[in-house]
């Protein structure tokens, strides 16, 4: 422990070749965008570069707060999100108090493993999926949907700014339900099963057990997180959204993350575009700070 | 589990709770099934609908028509040189990190892993990436951008230390009074008894490179299309599949069906690997939640 930090380092050297090449790919690659999120402040143009790009202040978020698509984009961006928290959350864990009832073993092993295979296949074929499914005139769904006068003839469900968020919803759900229920399987899991048993002793039935023992010994998980997700609520999946617009659903599918993208590199205003995601990231950090005081103050359980 | 007679309204739940999860089992497994059916039907015919439980006129045309396609051939093999190059080459430089920072003594510990772990809740948004890799780096256009920026991840290298702090230390401290240095050591002793962890690494980044598309749309070019990128071009415009199949004789009724044997094609080497690693990546997914 007394030896020299130079004696140390020669010591770690080699322990050093292996963790320092990561720690510069960090700098590269994380550090220096975040630093390059001043542009923010400034007019970039390529040939000044971050470092000498002439400072505009806040210019760009005036034009920001003043932007009409903006603000359609925050409301979408907040309107899909939270349509996603309140459908999507709760059901994976709906999912694992299923799976975990299920008396054979097998059958519950092979629902769980179908049900990850969706989280293993890209947004680009699930939007594909979607356009095949879903076609008005060939779709196998809309057909059925059809039949069963659920929707009308003439709908075209992908071209539909109503249909949109059901749409986005559904398949956030389909992509993700097995994949996000092995954490609260493995919380079950680890639940002593004397509890059960002697909730059984004491004439408790099915509802009852799910009511007493397994929904509150997944309790701190749950809250883990759904903090987590609040944090997520303003970054809605950039892929979905990306592929799920067309021309018909542009409007629905206009979210602050592919805001950004079309205006900072189709159009090509970096520094507007920068704005736009700096924002994005502030009020993603200041929810997740929120849910977590909050947490932390009404139910002990915490984040950091 | 003690017995005990079962009440009616538990009958019924265990009834409605297996239905309930074969609906989902069929909800999920469907729309694949209905896409490879469709895509072995005569095209003609498909454009006439409703195909839903088995092919009216089974025809392989689709997928000859596919594979004799030049821009796929070449994104297969992109796809695939960068799936094996990215998930070898980000295995490592993350495992070699992980190690490092998995042993106490190391100088500077701390401050690695702070700077890994404000990565997670901060970040420059797409922007001044963009700007990092394309204007500073000059990697746009070349193959080296599907792997370098994507050599290291914070969450695989949690799952990765997490594992290498539960080693038994006996064996790297009798391996260096032998004398090996810590290179060896990682490289001879500790990547060996590693397997499980880094066979689920490598499936998140194999899964990674194979799906991807976004990197390819910012940086890549017309030689370094991916598989991907080409079925977002086919999805988002159905033009360029009526191009590619008036281009071989075959008239626009079959866009629709080369599009689902180019969907078929996609993403059937994904659906077979998993099964095989599958036993790995739940405890991988268990070990990365714990650090959120």
Redesign the interface.
């Known amino acids: 422990m007394s030896s020299l930090?130079s004696k140390?380092?020669w010591q770690?050297r080699?322990?050093?070749?292996?963790?320092?090449?990561?720690?510069l790919?960090?700098i590269?690659?994380?550090?220096?965008?975040?630093?390059?999120?001043i542009?923010s402040f400034k007019e970039?143009t390529?040939f000044q570069?971050?470092l000498h790009s002439p400072w505009t202040g806040l210019a760009n978020f005036r034009e920001l707060f003043n932007d009409p698509t903006f603000t359609d984009s925050l409301v979408n961006t907040f309107k899909i999100s939270i349509a996603k928290l309140v459908f999507g959350f709760p059901a994976p864990i709906i999912?694992s108090i299923?799976?975990n009832?299920?008396?054979f073993k097998r059958?519950k092993r092979?629902?769980q493993?179908?049900?990850?295979?969706?989280y293993?296949?890209?947004?680009?074929?699930v939007?594909?999926?979607m356009?095949?499914?879903l076609?008005p005139?060939?779709?196998?769904i809309s057909?059925m949907l059809v039949s069963t006068g659920i929707i009308g003839s003439d709908t075209m469900m992908m071209g539909s700014p109503h249909t949109f968020l059901t749409l986005v919803v559904f398949t956030e759900i389909?992509k993700n339900?097995?994949?996000n229920s092995?954490?609260y399987l493995?919380a079950i899991a680890g639940i002593d099963?004397q509890l059960?048993?002697a909730a059984?002793?004491d004439g408790a039935?099915?509802?009852r057990r799910i009511w007493h023992i397994t929904l509150p010994s997944l309790k701190p998980t749950i809250i883990?997180l759904l903090i987590?997700s609040v944090g997520g609520l303003i970054n809605s999946n950039?892929?979905q959204m990306y592929?799920m617009q067309?021309s018909m659903t542009q409007d629905a599918a206009n979210v602050l993350?592919v805001y950004?993208?079309k205006t900072?590199?189709v159009i090509g205003r970096?520094s507007y575009?920068?704005a736009i995601?700096?924002f994005?990231?502030i009020v993603a950090?200041v929810l997740?700070y929120i849910a977590n005081y909050s947490s932390r103050k009404i139910t002990k359980e915490s984040?950091f | 589990m003690l017995t005990y007679t079962k009440r009616w309204p538990e009958r019924t739940f265990d009834i409605l709770n297996v239905v309930v999860l074969l609906a989902l089992c069929i909800m999920t497994l469907y729309p694949f099934y209905n896409i490879v059916i469709t895509s072995l039907n005569d095209p003609t015919d498909a454009a006439r609908g409703g195909i839903a439980f088995w092919p009216r006129v089974f025809s392989m045309e689709n997928y000859k028509v596919v594979f004799q396609d030049e821009r796929m051939s070449h994104a297969f093999f992109i796809t695939i040189a960068r799936t094996l190059a990215g998930t070898a080459t980000a295995v490592l430089f993350t495992a070699a990190f992980a190690y490092g920072v998995s042993k106490t003594e190391l100088m500077g510990r701390r401050i690695f892993l702070m700077m890994a772990i404000v990565t997670m809740y901060f970040s420059g948004g797409i922007i001044p990436y963009y700007l990092v890799v394309a204007k500073y780096l000059h990697l746009k256009g070349s193959f080296l951008v599907y792997i370098i920026p994507n050599l290291f991840n914070v969450f695989n290298a949690i799952i990765m230390l997490t594992f290498f702090r539960g080693l038994p230390k006996e064996i790297e401290e009798s391996a260096k009074i032998d004398g090996a240095n810590d290179l060896r050591i990682f490289w001879q002793l500790v990547l060996p008894v590693s397997k499980p962890v880094l066979a689920t690494i490598a499936l998140y980044n194999a899964v990674f490179h194979w799906n991807a598309w976004y990197d390819a749309m910012l940086f890549g070019n017309d030689n370094l299309l991916t598989l991907q990128q080409i079925l977002m071009q086919i999805i988002s415009s159905n033009s360029n599949v009526s191009l590619m199949a008036s281009n071989l004789g075959l008239g626009s009724v079959s866009a629709q069906s080369l599009k689902l044997a180019t969907m078929v094609i996609t993403t059937l080497p994904i659906v077979f690997t998993y099964p095989f690693v599958q036993k790995y990546f739940v405890q991988g997914v268990m070990i990365g939640s714990v650090k959120g």
């Open positions: 930090p140390r380092f770690q080699y322990l050093m070749l292996l963790t320092l090449p990561a720690v790919w960090m590269i690659f994380n550090y220096i965008p975040m630093y390059g999120v542009i970039y390529p570069g971050f999912l299923l799976l009832e299920v008396v059958f092979i629902v493993s179908l049900t990850y295979l969706p293993f296949v890209s947004w680009v074929l939007v594909g999926l356009y095949t499914l076609d005139e060939t779709g196998v057909k389909w339900i097995g994949w092995i954490i493995a099963p059960y048993e059984i002793v039935g099915r509802f883990i987590l950039f892929d592929l067309n993350s950004s993208y900072g590199l970096f575009g920068t995601g700096l994005q990231s950090f997740m984040l």
